[in-house]
């Protein structure tokens, strides 16, 4: 069991997404340490990886900026070390199978362990191909995050029921990305969770206004909010994490 | 070949997001009905004889045999279908699967264009809207083939992410798959991708094997001892594989694109220096460095431009079944101006992969032996290119 859970003891959770090294390690520290100031209840650290199918154009340039900047997985574990400090808030990771599998999975989650990080997010391993991780996972304590999607229809009390941590229900069809309008009926969705499990839900793909946050909120647990933050570090770099610190405590406030 | 999980060895699997999961899963269920529903059967055999032109033939290319004074050479001759490739062959089978299954609409992405091409043909006959990316660098390297993809009615979007060749191209199909499922079938050009591509691809691609089979014993009354082919993510190499996998004697090579060689880093040969990773939905052999990070990689063609290889050829190379050799730049293009002027047949610069990896064996084989190379496809559309490379600049 990992920490995840403390996450959601504080009304709703605000859940930010960040790419680890855009533009610099030293940025990131700044913007988390400020996000976890302002009211961030628990932060998605993103590695980066060359070629994110699962993002949009905002977080693929953010993917692009990290690794030209030269951040590796290597230098991420022992940037969160650091971290570690002084940031007490959940952390998890959000990449994609193949720069855990490359890496070695027992080494990555065994990492994971020591530098406490609650969970793993991984878009491209559905619930058909969890126990490509899930037993290391469970070895270190390390929370492999499931993820629901507008699609799932007949999926949803399957994969609920076998859920860690939290569950990461996806409001939109395609990539993420700021969207205006977020049709997908979640309610229903949650609704179909709720019946299979205690695991929290957190929903995000699209969200970026303090009203979406707010309506957002009130069908689940949380609100995961992720090309809205990184495209104000692609506007403003180095100078981000003020206007980063400003937007979460906004978007807290919205949901509390 | 491939179980339950559509596995092939470790290789195969379905890494994609969970967004594709019914999507995936419904493809499975159609197609595991109407690969045997008669009607279907007929109907996909009618548009391969009447309108592709199968059987395509297998041609004894003897002033090329005499020339490099070895075994005998037969081409399969996948350049003169309809479309001038043999991508054709998975097209009218995915096309008319989408068609039976509700779509109205076909994405591909496409390397060459080859795929792109035969996608809007299928597409403009079957009455459907088509979409095809391709990567920026490869809109360049293939104008003529964006302007026919045009000419049949498909939008072509230029992908500019990444290194903007195949693998973009690819990605940039599944977030867009991703984002409209309903009425899009994503209609995969190689036996790569999520289970079930990988099967339905080879299924529709094995007509090449079947035929080149029933052509070798009515011509020679005996099976051939190699079959050569050139690999990308591999759908006409596993075409020409198939149903041959099964006589041992005959030894199955594939050609990888070496790009300016394996020992640089401007190279597409999978097999030869990748490894084991997951990406594009599959687990197989990929062109990565250290941390999992996908290279960039390099080959003069833009169909076999690829960082990885289908899931099955991972396993027939794990298991020695098929060899996987490199063949660079200047080997491939050596061939294609030597099968130009040897037999009058010019070959797509993929094919002229497994041109040059023939001329370099047959001589070392003894007359009575037989290879058969399979011409995936025509070079018209390399022309241009290939002059360049000759540094003569032409315009087309």
């Known amino acids: ?242 206007h980063v610190g400003e937007y979460v405590a906004q978007m807290k406030n919205a949901i509390k | 070949m491939a179980d339950k999980k559509g596995r092939f060895g470790v290789h195969g699997g379905q890494y994609i997001p969970e967004t594709l999961m019914n999507a995936v899963i419904e493809l499975e269920k159609e197609y595991e009905y109407y690969k045997n529903d008669p009607e279907f059967i007929r109907e996909l055999d009618d548009l391969l004889k009447k309108y592709a032109g199968r059987p395509s033939l297998l ?78 660098e490869d809109t360049k390297r293939q104008a003529l083939n964006v302007y026919r993809m045009r000419l049949l009615g498909a939008t072509v979007v230029p992908v500019t992410s990444g290194t903007a060749t195949l693998k973009d191209a690819v990605s940039e199909a599944m977030r867009e798959w991703t984002s409209r499922i309903d009425d899009t079938h994503y209609c995969l050009g190689s036996v790569m991708g999520p289970h079930p591509f990988p099967t339905i691809v080879r299924d529709f691609q094995a007509v090449i094997s079947k035929e080149a089979r029933e052509q070798i014993l009515e011509y020679e009354g005996r099976l051939p001892d190699a079959v050569i082919a050139c690999v990308g993510g591999g759908s006409n190499a596993i075409g020409s594989f198939y149903n041959f996998i099964g006589d041992e004697s005959v030894r199955l090579i594939g050609c990888e694109a070496a790009g300016r060689g394996i020992d640089t880093f401007e190279t597409a040969a999978t097999v030869n220096t990748g490894r084991l990773g997951i990406f594009h939905g599959m687990k197989s052999y990929f062109c990565q460095d250290e941390y999992g990070q996908i290279a960039p990689v390099y080959s003069i063609s833009a169909g076999l431009d690829y960082p990885g290889v289908g899931p099955e050829h991972a396993y027939l190379h794990d298991i020695g079944r098929a060899e996987y050799v490199p063949i660079t730049d200047d080997e491939a293009v050596n061939a294609f101006e030597f099968l130009s002027r040897t037999e009058g047949i010019i070959p797509a610069i993929e094919s002229a992969h497994a041109i040059a990896y023939a001329m370099k064996l047959a001589p070392t084989m003894d007359k009575d032996k037989i290879i058969i190379v399979t011409v995936s496809g025509r070079g018209d559309k390399d022309c241009a290119a290939i002059a360049r490379y000759r540094g003569e600049d032409i315009y087309e």
């Open chain 2, 59 to 136: 041609y004894y290319a003897e002033k090329l045999t005499n020339t490099l004074g070895g075994a005998k050479i037969y081409l399969k001759r996948e350049d003169l279908n309809h479309t001038g490739s043999h991508k054709i062959n998975n097209v009218l089978g995915q096309a008319l699967l989408a068609k039976k299954m509700g779509k109205t609409r076909l994405i591909a992405e496409t390397g060459a264009g080859q795929h792109g091409v035969a996608t809007a043909t299928a597409a403009a006959l079957l009455g459907m809207e088509c979409v095809v990316f391709m990567g920026e």
């Open chain 1, 1 to 242: 069991m990992s920490n995840i859970a403390s996450a959601f003891k504080n009304g709703k959770a605000f859940i930010p997404f960040i790419t680890c090294g855009d533009p610099d390690l030293e940025t990131t520290g700044k913007i988390v340490r400020e996000m976890a100031a302002k009211g961030a209840d628990l932060i998605e650290l993103g590695i980066p990886f060359s070629d994110p199918t699962a993002e949009g154009p905002v977080i693929q340039a953010a993917n692009i900026r990290a690794l030209s900047g030269g951040v590796t997985t290597d230098k991420i574990f022992e940037f969160v070390k650091e971290l570690r400090r002084d940031v007490k808030i959940p952390l998890v990771f959000m990449t994609y199978a193949n720069v855990v599998f490359s890496y070695d999975a027992e080494r990555f989650m065994a990492r994971c362990c020591e530098t406490g990080i609650g969970g793993v997010i991984l878009p491209d391993l559905p619930f058909e191909e969890k126990d490509e991780f899930l037993p290391i996972c469970r070895q270190y304590g390390v929370d492999l995050i499931s993820l629901i999607a507008p699609t799932s229809a007949d999926r949803i009390a399957m994969i609920a029921r076998e859920a860690d941590g939290f569950i990461y229900v996806v409001s939109s069809l395609g990539v993420t990305g700021v969207r205006s309008e977020i049709t997908t009926d979640v309610e229903s969705i949650v609704r179909v969770i709720r019946e299979n499990t205690s695991v929290p839900c957190a929903i995000g793909f699209g969200i970026s206004t303090p009203e979406q946050a707010a309506k957002m909120s009130q069908y689940a647990d949380g609100v995961i909010v992720g090309s809205a933050i990184v495209r104000q570090i692609g506007e403003y770099g180095k100078d981000s994490p003020a």
